[in-house]
């Protein structure tokens, strides 16, 4: 995450402000990979920028959308996302795609500033990968298409659930209604992951739906590659992993299936989890 950077000061950060910071964590993980995401705030969270009071701000100008009507910020983030790229094994991931035509763009504005840094003469790294956040139902429903110009997926559950269910998560009137076991959801999961398996590319999932062991045997069933999570839940998780069968957890994926409302699924998921591994 990239947000740390612009937030509690008056100005954006500078190109070597964010250098230093990319480089520090890049040197730090040697050759392990770094997934670099850009800026996924909305207006109102920028220093330095107008700001203007959004009436549905979570569905309104930020992340990609934002970085693409204010360029030389965007390029001020990618220029030094380059520059760092010499220092380790970077990866680049865009944030609330919601077709392909932004991927492009901000393709094009990071080879854009590829050339303009060449032109000055600085370093850059070889290229990287560049991957984009699933986490609207457009980009979940054209996965195919955006997966033949992305390196890689990340699903981002907390967005992709809210959007597919219609529902504000921090409205506590509608908030029951927030279920990652909702059909959609599940059937939305599993097109994403069948898309990116069929161009051969790796999909994980970020959100709070990967680190909660409850659903562990469901990601594993769907095929995802890795799942991003806070430390403190990596080892319920992993120890659910190192027992389960992928064979076993897909006939129960299917079975889950079957029903028909997310209260069943739910239901029908937490049993499972209680009779294999005693609700830990």
Not at 32 to 54: A, H, N, S, Y
Not at 62 to 75: D, G, K, S, T, V
Not at 85 to 111: D, K, Q, T, Y
Request: hydrophobic share 40%.
């Amino acid at each position: 995450r990239t947000e740390f950077l612009f937030l509690n000061r008056p100005d954006a950060p500078t190109e070597e402000e964010h250098y230093q910071s990319y480089k520090q964590v890049l040197t730090a993980m040697g050759n392990r990979p770094v997934t670099i995401r850009t800026l996924d705030l909305g207006g109102d969270k920028v220093p330095g920028k107008k700001q203007e009071r959004e009436v549905n701000p979570a569905m309104g100008l930020r992340a990609i959308r934002y970085c693409l009507q204010h360029r030389e910020m965007f390029r001020v983030q990618l220029r030094a996302l380059l520059r760092a790229s010499v220092h380790g094994n970077l990866r680049v991931m865009f944030p609330l795609i919601s077709g392909l035509s932004e991927l492009r763009e901000a393709r094009s504005e990071l080879e854009h500033c590829r050339s303009e840094l060449g032109r000055a003469g600085l370093p850059v790294g070889k290229r990287f990968p560049i991957g984009v956040m699933v986490e609207t139902p457009s980009a979940a429903w054209i996965a195919d298409r955006l997966a033949q110009e992305a390196d890689f997926f990340s699903i981002g559950t907390n967005d992709l659930i809210q959007y597919s269910l219609a529902i504000d998560r921090q409205n506590r009137d509608v908030a029951y209604l927030y279920r990652p076991l909702h059909l959609a959801v599940l059937r939305a999961l599993e097109s994403i992951v069948t898309a990116a398996k069929g161009a051969r590319i790796p999909v994980s999932m970020c959100g709070e739906m990967a680190g909660d062991p409850t659903f562990t045997l469901v990601l594993v069933a769907l095929g995802f590659d890795s799942l991003s999570m806070t430390a403190g839940q990596l080892a319920p998780v992993k120890r659910i992993i190192r027992e389960t069968n992928q064979a076993d957890a897909k006939a129960l994926l299917t079975e889950a299936m079957a029903f028909s409302t997310a209260e069943e699924i739910e239901r029908f998921i937490r049993a499972e989890m209680e009779k294999r591994f005693g609700g830990d």
